[in-house]
């Protein structure tokens, strides 16, 4: 186990290999995190998403149906 963690600090290819496990890591967590918190909170009419688009498109049929009404 000494070993290793000396090849971690001492050696430039294990300070690398540590950064970038690191960096893996921090970011697999991140991922995890926004996908927990989105299932949580879904999309509140934000621009350019599905539920944006879904509203625009059923605000689009209900005044077709007012407008085809009218005639």
Do not use: C
Not at 5 to 21: K, R
Not at 31 to 44: A, K, N, S, V
Not at 48 to 70: F, L, M, R, W
């Amino acid at each position: 186990m000494t070993e290793i963690i000396n090849w971690f600090t001492t050696n430039l290819w294990g300070l690398g290999a540590l950064v970038v496990g690191l960096i893996v890591l921090f970011l697999l967590i991140a991922f995890m995190l926004e996908h927990r918190t989105r299932r949580l909170y879904p999309d509140r009419n934000r621009r350019g998403t599905k539920a944006a688009n879904a509203a625009k498109k059923k605000k689009k049929a209900a005044q077709a149906k007012v407008k085809d009404s009218e005639d």
